[in-house]
């Protein structure tokens, strides 16, 4: 025979606690159920942020989007750009 002895399985703890100790482990069980819905309501918080900045970048994508599209229509936007970032690339050279 051994001195092991196993775990009483969460579905009939209840039943053995007495009316206090039942009490409390509701009481704990409340709380942790608080303590998690706050942290759900943080975490849609946050998604909805989220969620609020990624519309956002595809707006600014949208129209980053619209912009090349007409700059592909007036060649010589497109040539004054190059020219412009070639520059640029070519002065940030120069400083490293």
């Known amino acids: 025979m051994s001195n092991f002895s196993r775990p009483i399985p969460s579905h009939l703890r209840g039943q053995s606690m007495g009316a206090s100790q039942q ?20 975490l849609q918080a946050l998604s909805g942020g989220l969620a609020d900045q990624m519309q956002m970048l595809a707006d600014k994508l949208q129209t980053l989007s619209s912009g090349t599209e007409g700059a592909y229509h007036q060649p010589e936007l497109c040539q004054f750009t190059r020219q412009k970032l070639t520059r640029l690339i070519y002065e940030y050279t120069l400083t490293l």
Not at 23 to 42: C, G, H, M, P, V
């Open 23 to 42: 009490s409390t482990f509701l009481q704990q069980k409340i709380a942790d159920k608080k303590a998690e819905l706050a942290n759900l309501k943080d």
